[in-house]
């Protein structure tokens, strides 16, 4: 994360910034899309003002020097745009876009502890300056003379409109109060800042110092009077003051250059007693406090979308719902379609914004009624942010909470037979409590994929930029939310499928005018939930698959046959083959659209699939659908011998008994078996796990077909299936490593441990196995990162 | 009794990584004062620094993790937790325990892996000097001999210092399944 920030005294402060950071970039981008979409709201500039000033305050803090200094040009600009004295039109988009770029990549710098390179951003600065002296943008490639120096003094050039036209002189009075300290400000970066927006004189009056005896290091003598000659306008100073206006006494005034004064303007100091220590701070008159809660979520207790059992009263509705109780025996499952999909819990930059996506409101009548926009003043903090390892606790606790519950809940089925107990309907009650108790803490892990997806347009620019292409991405849903563990590792493989489609899928302008198509190329990405998966599109409107090219590479390569003959769908799908790209990495985006059996296999290790669908001339749309979840499978579970095993339901095709004469022989002993005239390989769980008292007679036996990566079919044989449900997923790497053909393990109702096959290395192993198992041992278990660093044993003679 | 050769002065169990930081208190004639648990596999006595251990259980049904050296009983429910339980008496190579209801295992704590052995009984904690504790003597490769990292006489029985760290270092662990 953070390497050379470890012995940081701020490292935990940094952590938070650059959460923040990411948290606020975020939204510029979907900010800035909106406004290239041509929502020239004052809002919405005053948000993307309000990201460029979080940024540049938690910077200054730091004394991120480059960042400081691009933040302050960048909100300059943004300042113009917002107050009217310049209007936003493509070119400042383009800019606006691009500035936005270079804060990501300063923010990764300093995230990284890596030295920013001199020329970094100089480009771009340019292109600010310009535009905020009404220029016109410097050449591409041409370096300003501006690049590299602190902040660009702006020549005397007269904006358009005149707020803030020509150099001003303000007197500025600040006298500390003790509070000021106890909140963790600092002087000395306020004069720094202020020196930052002009030329700046400063006196400091020592006068009030005390008597050493008598002097008490918690106050603060100090008077500064600043004499500050500046472009800037009355706000920008008001900024620099603005975490610490009600610590101070503060008084601006504005003189014009002859020094007369022209208007007075003394801001109240809070009304505190200077002898009152600043304890007693309402938290809410901070301006912009940049406590780490600054975000704004409908609270995830959503009421109407009680499922299926009105068992919680909402008492703000002030009626019962009478609800049937019910309690089927297979509903413990995590019900995806409870959770409140239309509450992104994304953090908004102020509350400015809040009052345009989200009203605050009094606390409704009834809680369904709608809602009236009611202005505040006041963010209030209605979401909170929450270490990931304590809800995993919490998760990991609740699915302790459930096995032990199940427990019970077997044991009383052993006991009398007789519900009417209180002891029965405790337990039935309590199933109820714990279902909704899961699916509450499960929906606390739920993140909006929007995370992920705000990072795909400047993927989009760049490279449709080194490849000379107009393209336009289009995204929906992205506020369909799944859960975290899910959302981190869509990024790798959304990357690079849509690198893909701009790569081979979409046309060269020329290229589409030619082919009756607008110049400018259309990439979809859209998310939405189905049937407790989530389903992410990538679709573009480019040349679809060239077919006899694919084609010809794949047999080229050997990945098939030179004689096959295949369907246009089967062609579409080799291009994620195994064998057909020559990447071996995901992460390794400079190829050119290689890597897709690495995406297939990425997606399907997350229990996902991929597909492809796509017409010459018109297209191709990628398809990922996955769990909403890591933490949990749908799992058959199968036993063999005194052993039992589950099996992902996702991978299953099929169960069958096979017939006698449907199994055959290999000459090594495999058996495979004949399947609607397949031959399918199958794999005897009771030879490759060497488990004792199992069914050797193969037609006593029962098949699951089970379908494994790279569309290999395998048939695990097995005694017999003892149910579906769904199981929490432990991991088995923790404290032991991996073991060949189980992927984790679980824990059944009986409190047993059971293991989860892992179909696709099962698919992989030699079905003689036990002759490599102790090679695999080797590779495995010992890449899987844990070994103890043993001393060796030097006793002396 | 074993005869042990001279002490060498710079033997340190602390130095060897064998007895955790926070077990010991100073003692009146220098030295540190550590803890250990003791238990018997077979006739033979060994024990484990006492900070090490999490819980001790009877034993009950483990789920067999296949394809994995014989010593490796199975794994274990241990409140949420998947632990991997290991036959001690098998991982010194005189085969496996027949577990009865009387058998214990002993959860251990190695760095941050959570482990059990499976042992005959559990006999005691006992209080020792490391002063006392002896080197262990010249190794010669025997199995058992390889996870002992000192001796200690307690009444007259020789407990042996077992070095946890090396008993479950997943090398040694993928060493053991290829010799099998």
């Known amino acids: 994360m953070l390497p050379s920030m470890q012995d940081d005294p701020f490292y935990q402060f940094k952590v938070t910034f650059f959460e923040e950071c990411d948290e606020l970039l975020g939204n510029m981008e979907s900010y800035l899309t909106d406004l290239e979409e041509g929502d020239h709201d004052s809002e919405l500039l005053n948000a993307i003002f309000r990201v460029v000033h979080s940024i540049k305050a938690g910077a200054g803090a730091f004394s991120f020097e480059r960042m400081v200094n691009f933040t302050h040009r960048f909100e300059f600009l943004l300042d113009k745009l917002r107050d009217g004295s310049m209007t936003v039109d493509d070119t400042i988009v383009r800019v606006l876009f691009d500035s936005n770029d270079v804060l990501v990549d300063l923010v990764d710098f300093a995230r990284n502890g890596a030295e920013t390179p001199r020329e970094f951003g100089a480009h771009e600065l340019a292109k600010i300056e310009a535009l905020i002296n009404g220029e016109s943008l410097p050449e591409e490639g041409a370096l300003p003379a501006a690049a590299g120096s602190a902040v660009p003094e702006v020549e005397g050039e007269k904006s358009k409109a005149g707020t803030d036209a020509g150099s001003k002189v303000f007197e500025i009075d600040f006298s500390p109060k003790p509070s000021l300290f106890q909140h963790a400000n600092e002087p000395l970066l306020i004069i720094r800042e202020l020196s930052g927006l002009g030329d700046l004189k400063v006196s400091l009056d020592s006068s009030m110092i005390p008597e050493l005896h008598v002097m008490e290091p918690e106050k603060s003598y100090f008077t500064w009077t600043f004499e500050l000659n500046t472009e800037a306008s009355r706000d920008d100073i008001d900024e620099v003051f603005e975490f610490v206006v009600d610590d101070c006494d503060l008084t601006i005034v504005e003189k014009d250059c002859t020094g007369k004064i022209t208007g007075v303007d003394v801001t109240a100091a809070s009304d505190l007693g200077d002898d009152d220590f600043g304890f007693f701070v309402n938290e809410e008159d901070l301006p912009g406090n940049q406590a780490s809660s600054n975000q704004s979520a409908e609270p995830t207790v959503d009421q109407e979308d009680d499922d299926d059992f009105g068992f919680f009263v909402d008492v703000d509705a002030g009626e019962v719902e009478a609800g049937v109780q019910t309690n089927d025996e297979n509903s413990k499952s995590y019900k995806a379609d409870s959770l409140p999909v239309e509450a992104p819990a994304s953090s908004e930059a102020t509350a400015s914004v809040k009052q345009s996506s989200m009203p605050q409101a009094p606390v409704p009548q009834t809680a369904n009624a709608p809602v009236a926009e009611k202005p505040t003043s006041v963010a209030k903090v209605s979401s909170i942010r929450v270490d990931i390892d304590r809800v995993d606790k919490l998760v990991n606790m609740v699915g302790e909470i459930v096995i032990t519950h199940s427990m019970l809940a077997?044991?009383?089925?052993?006991?009398?037979?007789?519900?009417?107990?209180?002891?029965?309907s405790g337990i039935e009650e309590m199933s109820m409590h714990i279902r909704e108790l899961q699916d509450n803490v499960m929906a606390i892990r739920m993140q909006p994929v929007k995370s992920v997806f705000s990072r795909m347009p400047r993927i989009v620019r760049d490279v449709s930029k080194k490849l000379d292409k107009k393209v336009k991405l289009v995204t929906e849903g992205e506020n369909t939310e799944v859960d975290k563990t899910v959302v981190e590792e869509l990024a790798d493989p959304l990357t690079h499928m849509i690198r893909n489609s701009l790569d081979h899928g979409l046309e060269t302008p020329d290229e589409r005018i030619a082919a009756g198509k607008p110049a400018e190329g259309k990439i979809l990405l859209s998310a939405e939930h189905r049937g407790g998966r989530i389903v992410i599109t990538i679709a573009d409107d480019g040349r679809g698959i060239n077919r006899p090219k694919v084609l010809e590479l794949a047999k080229e390569k050997g990945v098939v046959e030179e004689s096959q003959v295949l369907s246009d769908e089967e062609i579409d799908n080799l291009i994620f083959a195994p064998g057909f790209s020559t990447a071996d990495e995901v992460t390794d985006l400079s190829g050119r659209g290689v890597g897709m059996d690495v995406v297939r296999r990425n997606i399907q290790s997350l229990g996902g699939r991929v597909s492809v669908v796509s017409e010459p001339g018109v297209g191709s749309r990628f398809q990922l659908t996955l769990p909403l979840t890591l933490a949990v499978l749908d799992g058959m579970v199968v036993g063999v011998g005194e052993q039992k095993f589950v099996i992902p339901i996702n991978n299953i095709i099929e169960t069958l008994r096979p017939e006698k004469e449907a199994i055959k022989t290999l000459v090594d002993g495999t058996h495979v078996i004949k399947v609607r005239g397949e031959y399918i390989r199958l794999v005897e769980t009771r030879k490759t796990f060497s488990v004792l008292n199992a069914e050797t007679d193969l037609s006593k036996n029962l098949v699951v077909l089970v379908e494994a990566d790279g569309d290999r079919t395998i048939g695990i044989v097995v005694d017999k299936l003892s149910g579906q449900q769904q199981v929490v997923i432990k991991s088995l790497e923790a404290n032991f490593g991996r073991v060949e053909g189980i992927a984790s393990a679980t824990i059944l109702g009986n409190g047993s441990v059971c293991l989860i096959l892992d179909i696709d290395g099962l698919a992989d192993m030699d079905s003689s196995n036990q002759s490599d198992t102790a090679h695999y041992l080797k590779s495995n278990m010992l890449s899987s990162g844990i070994s103890s660093d043993v001393s060796e044993n030097e006793a002396a003679q | 009794m074993v005869e042990t050769s001279s002490i060498s002065s710079d033997f340190d169990p602390r130095k060897i990584g064998v007895i955790q930081d926070d077990n010991s208190s100073v003692d009146a004639d220098g030295g540190d004062i550590v803890q250990f648990v003791s238990f018997k596999v077979g006739d033979s006595?060994?024990?484990?620094?006492?900070?090490?251990?999490?819980?001790?259980?009877?034993?009950?049904?483990?789920?067999?993790?296949?394809?994995?050296?014989?010593?490796?009983?199975?794994?274990?429910?241990?409140?949420?937790?998947?632990?991997?339980?290991?036959?001690?008496?098998?991982?010194?190579?005189?085969?496996?325990t027949e577990c009865t209801a009387l058998h214990v295992m002993i959860i251990l704590q190695v760095e941050d892996r959570i482990m059990g052995i499976l042992v005959d009984a559990v006999s005691d904690i006992i209080t020792v000097n490391t002063n006392e504790i002896?080197?262990?003597?010249?190794?010669?490769?025997?199995?058992?001999?390889?996870?002992?990292?000192?001796?200690?006489t307690v009444q007259e029985r020789m407990v042996a210092l077992l070095e946890i760290e090396k008993l479950f270092d997943l090398e040694t662990i993928v060493e053991a399944a290829i010799e099998e």
């Open chain 1, 410 to 424: 077997s044991e009383l089925t052993v006991l009398q037979e007789d519900r009417q107990t209180s002891l029965g």
């Open chain 2, 45 to 96: 006595e060994y024990c484990v620094d006492i900070m090490a251990v999490r819980e001790i259980k009877g034993w009950a049904e483990v789920t067999d993790l296949p394809n994995t050296p014989e010593f490796v009983r199975g794994v274990l429910n241990l409140r949420g937790i998947i632990v991997p339980i290991f036959d001690l008496r098998c991982r010194f190579g005189q085969g496996l």
């Open chain 2, 134 to 152: 002896l080197p262990a003597p010249t190794l010669d490769k025997k199995s058992e001999q390889k996870f002992i990292s000192g001796l200690m």
